[in-house]
């Protein structure tokens, strides 16, 4: 990396050329204006002569003079040690220079978060950190900083009881507080320590243009400004210790609040932090909690069940808060019926790999991750999800729009251009959302996700795009196996609806084409779901986002998207397979990989999928699927002209298929999955020459497909594609253009785009007059352009022009 940036070289130079340096660094700063002065002359040297440099007075020429420097240092490397000093002892004086400019009315921030009127108990915390403060902790040297970490899983109150913790203890630190949210719950989330250095500068009193461009020297700066001030500084929701340390006062007089749900070993081994548990609150503490939430009265009635209530919450303070709002704002929402939603709801939230809680994949993986057996994130995304089913659609909608991009805050227009309406409209939804503890207020009209809450957002958001996927492919390719619960809502009951509504669906052409144009339409967010879903760490609503976007591939393409959506899906299955997820999936998404590969000609790469798909259907003693793996190499056969191959392949399959127990996993598509490889068969014979065999076999496929019951038109149609293909190939082409105009017939109603086109570029195959051919060549070619096939495109316009 280049360490001579723009910003950090003008910074420095407009610092000494501005006469900062020396008038308030003494000698020191005199010497590094005047080292900037011959730093110049030596540059100018190398030049080439002209008028010596002078000192720059205006933005131009400081830019000009710091782009010579620049320049010299990347063309002689004497030069660059030398620049390279220069700036680290500008750095440094810079800082000294800041620090005086407070020493006649220091500021005293109070950045502190106000307390909440639910807080309760904690007095455990308090006398943990107050004991460190007053030295009982034998464990903490005479003069070193006092750092106490309060730490605990999410959701559990750190955050609360740290502020709590502040301020009952304000009086000892006179000289202000400090406080930043680290945003530690991922490490993608979690902000820089430079960050906040420049945000605690500012509230120091150092005025913007003083605060140095390096995190190095922003920490110095921050210690010179800390030093000999009693103080307390609260860093919440730390990530790691790299996080923090560079946020630590070096005054002995101050006190450092870290809260983190990670324990956080080498803060304690290396600054000895003293680590304070935060646990769940007492059963006692958890009714009062909910009690002063939801009011006195309202528990009065039916104390008994309310008491049940708040156990149902694990004494996670959010759960209880989330609760205790929903009570308040629903006067007729009885603690018994409460009781019982929380009973049936609690079992959906107990089916996550290896019996974990949904969605904190990292702390999973962290061996320094804080919570010793059950994790309280399944109580407090209960009350979350029972909240949520309270709102309005129109706030739920805005819930889950806000819920997928970890936003540091929204204010009330972001909000409403998320939800594309207007911000009185916006506003009142986001109010909707605070009451019902879903979002906090961190300012005027700015508000926040909980990361737990966020969670549930975004688990709500993924599960109701795969509902939309399941249902949609269900009507595009029917008849086909599936593995995972989704489609199992497919045949009836309450669906996501846009185009096709709530409630069971009859499949018919209409239906199918309304259904292809809902995936097409949704299709860049189905690829945002399943990497929100594989990232959270939902990996059974990953791989069975990638099952149902089947039959959007199938029929449309997109194979850029298919292979990078499934290339997730894969790694997400494979996680499944290794805990107690289904162990089908991984095959199964490793063929659907495979066929976006092949679409692409990545044949090699196809090729390694199947035979890892085959290996994992082996492993996980799925007969069905080794039989589609098996298949699915004889298709990559085929494109690659291997027929014989691909023959035998498609006899492979065949075997495996009998395998299967007459009621074994797989055995009711047994008779499709005949069918199609009959046709594949035909296929292959063709390639090789054998026409009559192939026509032979490709009438056999005809017939089992229109013996299926529900009748599969759209493979149908494909077998007329490859009848018609055979007579062609036969040198018939008057035999061909009878199946081909009813495949086209079919592939129009089915909305089945790239397959018409293909269609259609065999029915021109039918004629030697161009006359004829032509207007089954240019249908093709706006098919192909509609799907977005440049290689389509280009070959049917070239057929065009040598038709003209």
């Known amino acids: 990396m280049d360490p001579f940036t723009m910003t950090a070289v003008l910074a420095a130079v407009d610092t000494a050329a501005s006469g900062a340096l020396s008038g308030a660094a003494g000698e020191l700063g005199r010497r590094t204006a005047e080292g900037l002065a011959g730093l110049a002359r030596r540059a100018w040297r190398r030049d080439g002569g002209g008028e010596p440099p002078a000192a720059p007075s205006d933005d131009d020429g400081r830019r000009a ?7 010299r240092a990347r063309a002689e490397p ?139 020297a922003q920490a110095g700066l921050y210690r010179e400004r800390t030093a000999g001030r009693r103080m307390v500084v609260l860093l919440d929701n730390a990530h790691g210790a790299a996080q923090v ?82 009570v308040q704002v629903r006067e007729r929402l009885s603690w018994e019926s409460l009781e019982r939603e929380f009973a049936a709801v609690t079992g959906g939230l107990r089916t996550y790999g290896q019996g974990q809680a949904p969605g904190m994949p990292d702390d999973a993986d962290r061996p320094d991750a804080c919570g010793d057996g059950g994790s309280p994130v399944e109580p407090a995304l209960l009350a979350t999800d029972l909240s949520y089913r309270d709102l309005a659609p129109d706030a739920a909608r805005l819930y889950r729009l806000l819920g997928l991009c970890p936003w540091p805050d929204i204010p009330v227009g972001a909000a409403a251009a998320a939800a594309d309406t207007g911000e009185a409209e916006a506003r009142r939804l986001l109010e909707t959302l605070a009451a019902a503890h879903l979002l906090e207020e961190t300012g005027e009209e700015r508000y926040r996700f909980h990361d737990l809450v966020r969670l549930h957002a975004v688990r709500r958001t993924v599960t109701w795009y795969l509902r939309l996927a399941a249902r949609a492919d269900a009507l595009v390719v029917p008849g086909r196996w599936h593995l995972g619960p989704a489609y199992a809502r497919t045949a009836g009951g309450s669906g996501p609806g846009p185009g096709f509504g709530p409630g069971p669906v009859e499949r018919t052409p209409e239906a199918a084409r ?26 059974e609503e990953a791989w069975q986002l990638c099952e149902a976007m089947w039959g959007l591939h199938l029929r449309l393409g997109f194979h850029d998207q298919w292979v990078a959506a499934h290339l997730r899906g894969v790694e997400a299955a494979r996680r499944c397979a290794t805990g107690f997820g289904d162990p089908r999936a991984e095959g199964r998404i490793r063929v659907q990989l495979a066929f976006g590969y092949m679409g692409l000609g990545r044949y090699t790469e196809a090729e390694a999928q199947l035979t890892a798909a085959a290996a ?179 070959r049917t316009g070239a057929l065009l022009r040598g038709t003209g």
């Open 616 to 794: 994992a259907d082996e492993r996980a003693g799925h007969h069905r699927g080794r039989a589609t793996a098996t298949e699915s190499l004889g298709l990559l056969c085929l494109r690659q002209w291997r027929y014989e191959a691909a023959e035998e392949h498609f006899r492979q399959a065949r075997r495996a298929l009998d395998a299967i127990a007459p009621d074994g996993d797989g055995a009711a598509d047994v008779p499709r999955a005949d069918a199609l490889l009959a046709h594949h068969l035909g296929r292959a014979l063709r390639g090789q020459g054998r026409h009559a065999e192939a026509l032979a076999q490709l009438a056999d496929a005809l017939a089992r497909f229109r013996a299926l019951p529900g009748r599969d038109l759209y493979n149908e149609a494909r077998v007329r594609m490859s009848i018609g293909e055979t007579h062609l190939a036969a040198g018939d082409p008057a035999a061909a253009r009878t199946p081909l105009d009813e495949a086209l017939a079919v592939m129009e109603a089915e909305g089945a785009v790239l397959q018409r086109a293909d269609a259609a570029e065999l029915r021109a195959r039918c004629s030697t007059d161009p006359q004829e051919s032509a207007p089954y060549l240019r249908l093709a070619r706006s098919l192909y352009e509609e799907a977005g096939d440049a290689a389509g495109v280009s």
């Open 78 to 216: 004497g030069f660059a040690r030398d620049l390279a000093s220069w700036l680290r002892e500008s750095e440094w004086l810079a800082a000294a220079a800041a620090a005086p400019a407070a020493a006649a009315g220091e500021p005293r921030p109070r950045m502190l978060p106000p307390l909440t009127s639910a807080f309760t108990d904690r007095e455990d915390i308090l006398a943990a950190v107050t004991g460190l403060l007053d030295g009982r902790d034998g464990a903490i040297a005479a003069g070193a900083p006092l750092i106490a970490l309060l730490a605990g899983p999410a959701g559990i109150g750190k955050t609360a009881a740290a502020v709590h913790c502040a301020r009952a203890l304000a009086d000892r630190f006179p000289d202000g507080e400090l406080y930043a949210d680290l945003r530690g719950a991922a490490a993608a989330t979690a902000v820089t320590p430079s960050e906040v250095l420049v945000r605690f500068l500012h509230h120091l009193g150092v005025p913007p243009e003083r605060v140095p461009a390096g995190e190095q």
């Open 245 to 326: 340390v560079p946020l630590l006062t070096a005054s002995p007089g101050s006190l450092v609040l870290v809260t983190s749900r990670h324990r956080l070993p080498a803060l304690v081994r290396d600054h000895g932090a003293r680590t304070v548990p935060v646990g769940p609150l007492s059963d006692a503490d958890s009714f009062l909690l909910l009690t002063r939430l939801a009011g006195p009265e309202r528990v009065a009635a039916q104390r008994t069940h309310a008491e049940a209530v708040a156990v149902r919450c694990g004494g996670v303070p959010l759960a209880l808060c989330e609760t205790g709002a929903r």
């Open 65 to 71: 003079l710091a782009g010579l420097l620049i320049e």
């Open 514 to 539: 309304e259904a292809l144009a809902v995936l097409r339409r949704e299709r860049a967010n189905l690829a945002e779901a399943v990497r929100a879903a594989e990232e959270h760490g939902f990996d």
